[in-house]
């Protein structure tokens, strides 16, 4: 093999193996790169051992952030990670690693530049997470001056401050720059009073103490805080008054501005019922790392009572009027420079908040805080708060039970949402009367459910009102109908309607108290006294009948007259004593409804019977009755009078009766009154049921006497005697006029 082959040969292997090393290297780059299960977590603490992701409050966002991160294989050296600080995984392959944390410059001297560093060894295994924590300390010293009695300082000099310097470096400590001075841990600083005299003369004072000597005074994280005082008896005298010396935390020296945000958090939105309890929830909160500096409250609220105070309220600016008015609202702002947490409470103004006139509202809150320097919301777009404010829903009815002639009451509003003792108290029932909406009130005025009018029911044209319940003069409920009774008198009440009935001759009549049998409303007893009488001949009919009611002479026109009354009965003995003629006694009654009489039998003995239908139609219900009336009482007799409505399933609804045995002979008005109970509802009438009685008693008990009776026929043109009739009380009644008091 000649010289050149072996020097091809030689660059091929050499080729290759750069070839596998290059292959080699870059598995190694790809394998730390990709690997994804093992590697460090990073965390930030401040002097505390913390074994966590998590960052302490002090070196929270943003402030570890702020940090960068060097970490360094330790074997190798070489430098595995070098940025800002991260607490997501930072891949690193199987190894011994150094991770140092810093932040800032290590000055020789500055103002107001902190050094902060922490270091760290931790170990990698494979397909492991490594946490480490990172002990972070101010790596340089301090110092800061405090003037004790500034008052002798401020008359002797017009400026003065702590020199403090380091080499050919000096920076001046004023009383009111509340600054410290920053210098490398380790150096040896001095320090110097320097001032201006009021007349003009420069001074500097080296300040000189033991403490000043000692190493740990400028050490890392050391702070020489220096007093100073000055004498101003016989010449001024500077005098050190202390030196301490003490340890600093990241916490006391990191910028403001690097802590967290001031955070506001408050409620999702809220659906408020108007007049409902106020929401426990309604608070929005702030909290803050250091003390509030400004703050900005927008009110923009749809609310017509309270938009004259919608603006943005800013606490830095807050006027004596602006609070007075965030007061009126129950809203109250903090002072600057207090609290570093606080809430507003809105629960108060949202509980009294209203829609417009039931209209929808939207109400909308937003709050920005400013601390350290950052305000909350960094964009000037704080997060709005809304408040939707709807209305309260209510609803009435009108039971048909409670609607009569003059009065209706609306039944007690049904709240379905909203506080129903907030409702109430601001709520009225009203009525439209044709041309506007009127309060319900009864007669005294007193407004509630209950509307009286007070024009008699005979004179209320106007039967169906739409009824409604409003709250505070905006919202209305559902709108229903209230329909009244219409007042109706019973037909023929002035009794003037009558029909005779002949038989058995010309001198024999029946009486009805109608004038059309199909049309008829009033009956009486009179089938069961003359029943049989069309089983006789004329002869008997004398004996076997004689009607127990009939018309006279009334005070104007007709009157009904009821006579107790007794007779015979089929084949008994007509011409025998009076106490065979007087088997059948009964009182003379007239009443609405229809009288039935069942014939058994024809002997002296039978079984007869009769009952009365109550079934006299009939729509309203009156309050009571009122007729004129006369009574001659036979013996120490009594009359009767009997008021009674019913429903459809002809139960009583309600009813009274009313007696007396005075004599009266000339006409007098008398009335029966319902006792209608207020707390009671009362069904709608079906039927009407008014009955009169000459006497309260019957059979044997009935008073009467034997006489010739004389009655009136032809409309009272003419009269007709019977002779040997029994007959006992006698009632007279007219005009007969049903009583609609409500």
Request: one cysteine or more; charged letters at 25%.
């Amino acid at each position: 093999m000649n010289d050149d082959m072996l020097r091809f040969r030689n660059y091929i292997w050499l080729l290759l193996l750069m070839t596998v090393g290059l292959i080699a290297c870059q598995s190694d780059v790809y394998s730390t790169q990709t690997e994804s299960k093992s590697g460090f977590y990073i965390s930030l603490c401040d002097d505390v051992s913390v074994d966590s992701r998590a960052t302490p409050s002090e070196l929270g966002a943003p402030v570890a952030s702020n940090f960068d991160l060097k970490i360094t294989n330790k074997e190798t050296g070489n430098l595995l990670y070098d940025g800002k600080f991260t607490d997501g995984l930072i891949p690193a392959a199987q190894g011994e690693y150094r991770i140092v944390a810093s932040y800032g410059s290590n000055l020789e001297l500055g103002l107001d530049t902190p050094y902060y560093e922490g270091t760290a060894d931790g170990v990698v295994e494979t397909d492991k997470a490594t946490t480490v924590s990172v002990q972070c300390r101010v790596a340089n010293a301090l110092a800061s001056a405090v003037f004790s009695n500034s008052e002798v300082f401020e008359k002797e000099f017009s400026c003065y401050a702590l020199k403090v310097s380091v080499g050919s470096q000096y920076v001046t400590l004023k009383p009111t720059d509340n600054k410290s001075a920053y210098y490398r841990a380790g150096a040896h600083p001095s320090f110097a009073f320097v001032g201006v005299m009021t007349d003009g003369t420069r001074v500097e004072i080296p300040i000189e103490n033991e403490k000043l000597q000692d190493e740990a005074t400028f050490a890392a994280a050391a702070h020489c805080k220096i007093t100073l005082t000055m004498e101003a008896t016989s010449g001024l005298k500077l005098k050190i008054e202390k030196i301490e010396v003490e340890k600093v935390t990241v916490s006391e020296t990191i910028p403001v501005e690097w802590l967290p945000k001031p955070k506001v958090s408050g409620f999702e939105d809220i659906t408020y019922v108007e007049t409902d309890d106020a929401p426990q929830n309604a608070v929005i909160d702030y909290t803050a790392s250091l003390p509030i500096q400004d703050m900005e409250l927008t009110l923009n609220m749809q609310d017509e009572q309270y938009s004259i105070y919608n603006k943005t309220y800013t606490l830095s600016t807050l006027t004596s009027e602006d609070r007075a008015n965030l007061g009126k609202l129950g809203i109250e702002l903090p002072e600057v420079g207090v609290a570093k947490t606080g809430t507003i409470n809105l629960q108060n103004l949202i509980g009294t908040m209203q829609t417009n006139a039931g209209a929808t509202v939207d109400n909308t809150f937003s709050l920005r805080v400013k601390a350290n320097n950052r305000w909350s919301d960094e964009t000037a777009s704080a997060k709005t708060y809304k408040v939707e404010v709807v209305k309260p829903e209510f609803s009435v009815k009108v039971d048909e039970r409670n609607c009569w002639s003059r009065e209706f009451t609306v039944d007690e509003v049904s709240i379905t949402s909203g506080n129903a003792e907030r409702l109430k108290e601001n709520l009225v029932y009203q009525y439209f009367n044709g041309s506007e909406w009127v309060d319900c009130a009864d007669r005294n005025n007193a407004k509630g459910r209950l509307q009286q009018f007070a024009s008699r029911a005979e004179d209320i044209s106007t039967k169906k009102y739409n009824v409604r319940a409003l709250y505070r003069g905006a919202i209305s409920s559902n709108e229903v109908t209230a329909t009244l009774e219409t007042p109706t008198q019973l037909p023929n009440s002035d009794m003037e309607e009558w029909t005779d009935e002949k038989y058995a001759g010309n001198d024999y009549y029946c009486f009805y108290p109608w004038s059309d049998k199909n049309n008829c409303h009033w009956d009486t007893n009179n089938l069961w006294t003359t029943r049989n009488r069309w089983n006789a001949s004329a002869f008997r009919a004398h004996y076997n009948g004689f009607h127990a009611v009939s018309y006279v002479p009334g005070r104007s026109g007709l009157a009904v007259e009821l006579r107790n009354t007794a007779n015979g009965r089929g084949n008994t003995k007509w011409f025998s004593s009076i106490s065979a003629k007087t088997i059948n006694k009964v009182p003379g009654m007239l009443f609405t409804g229809t009288f039935v009489a069942e014939k058994k039998g024809t002997d002296a003995t039978g079984d007869d019977s009769w009952h009365i239908d109550k079934n006299a139609p009939f729509a309203s219900r009156p309050t009571g009755v009122k007729f004129w009336y006369k009574y001659k009482p036979e013996s120490s007799d009594s009359w009767t009078a009997h008021l009674e409505l019913l429903d459809a399933d002809n139960q009583t609804i309600c009813q009274q009766d009313i007696t007396s045995s005075e004599a009266v002979n000339d006409w007098k008005e008398e009335a029966i009154a319902l006792p209608y109970l207020n707390s009671n509802q009362y069904k709608k009438v079906a039927y009407i049921y008014l009955s009169f009685s000459s006497s309260d008693k019957s059979g044997d008990n009935m008073p009467y006497r034997k006489q010739t009776y004389k009655f009136y026929i032809d409309k009272g043109n003419k009269t007709v005697s019977f002779d040997d009739a029994v007959v006992g009380s006698i009632l007279t009644i007219d005009d007969v006029s049903l009583i609609y008091d409500k």
